[in-house]
């Protein structure tokens, strides 16, 4: 019997194969052939550790027009930074021939959930903030902080950054990052100064409390809730024009917000403006007024995983990148 042979692809070489910018322009393709009903993503299996406060789950689709199909192991723990001076979330992809099932490409998961993260919110951004939106709010400034920050540049003209984080360091790692990076960063002291005056406001954080207070949520801002804690107040909810998910099956059961809301019956279903995928399909209208307060909820699809993994695929094989190694 011969043995199949698989590309391994480190962080390195995914970080080599595949940048921001294409990260969102392959993000938008796969939220579009999603709206063509032409990929499967089906439900998320969490498998919680409860003793280290932290969950293990297997994320899988099938991307049609692409001939990919991706399963991810992603581990989500967010002691890690304070408690093991490690990130937050691990992830390892694997890319099987649509055609055959058998596996062609092992990658580190990581950065390209990183960069797919913050590409989707950034897609969002593209149909739903304002065409001007100059003033970016970051809150949470590690690693979904600083891509969500580079995505957003590739939608929007970003003229200042205010950026918020509770643990200093963090944050001043992240001023001078992006500082050297072209951004106008403004460094601020509290959650308020970062959302207010702001006309996108992204919240990276893995927190359990109010970030985003209601009277700060104003006519014309886009605001990006990623994750499943809450980072605003119910009411920023149920105040917002439109609110966007980017899959109600995945949100619907995670998002605290939502759940909190649902367990009172104040939001349900029929209370979602539209998925991403109706509104970066043309099924229904993104931002249709200046004034709309608009707010997206994600918390991840496969289908950004399998677009993302199979572009850094592609050129890892015109480049000659990675490790061929037996199964």
């Not at 649509?98 to 989707?120: C, E, F, N, Y």
């Not at 119910?234 to 995945?250: P, S």
């Amino acid at each position: 019997m011969s043995q199949n042979t698989c590309l391994y692809l480190s962080e390195k070489d995914v970080k080599d194969c595949i940048s921001m910018k294409e990260t969102v322009e392959e993000v938008e393709k796969a939220i579009k052939i999603l709206a063509k009903g032409q990929a499967i993503q089906p439900p998320k299996i969490y498998m919680t550790i409860p003793k280290h406060h932290g969950f293990i789950k297997p994320m899988t689709a099938y991307v049609e027009p692409m001939e990919v199909a991706v399963s991810k192991i992603f581990a989500f723990f967010p002691d890690n930074p304070l408690k093991h001076n490690m990130p937050t979330v691990h992830a390892t992809i694997v890319v099987n021939d649509a055609k055959t099932g058998v596996p062609i490409a092992l990658m580190d998961g990581t950065w390209i959930t990183a960069l797919r993260t913050a590409a989707t919110s950034a897609v969002a951004a593209k149909y739903l903030a304002k065409k001007d939106s100059p003033v970016l709010g970051i809150i949470g400034t590690g690693v979904q902080g600083i891509t969500h920050t580079e995505a957003f540049r590739n939608v929007r003209k970003i003229e200042e950054v205010r950026a918020f984080d509770i643990v200093p360091n963090i944050k001043d790692r992240f001023v001078k990052e992006m500082t050297d990076k072209g951004f106008n960063v403004k460094s601020v002291s509290s959650y308020k100064e970062a959302v207010v005056g702001a006309d996108i406001v992204a919240t990276c954080t893995v927190g359990d409390e109010v970030m985003v207070k209601p009277e700060w949520f104003v006519p014309g801002m886009f605001i990006a809730k990623v994750g499943s804690y809450q980072e605003v107040d119910t009411k920023v909810v149920t105040d917002a024009d439109k609110v966007v998910v980017d899959w109600w099956e995945y949100v619907s059961t995670r998002v605290k917000e939502l759940n909190m809301l649902m367990d009172k019956r104040l939001f349900d279903r029929s209370k979602v403006y539209a998925e991403i995928h109706e509104v970066v399909g043309g099924l229904k209208p993104g931002r249709e007024k200046p004034d709309e307060k608009i707010l997206f909820i994600s918390i991840g699809m496969g289908v950004e995983d399998a677009a993302a993994a199979m572009y850094a695929y592609k050129r890892a094989k015109e480049r000659g990148l990675g490790t061929t190694i037996r199964l």
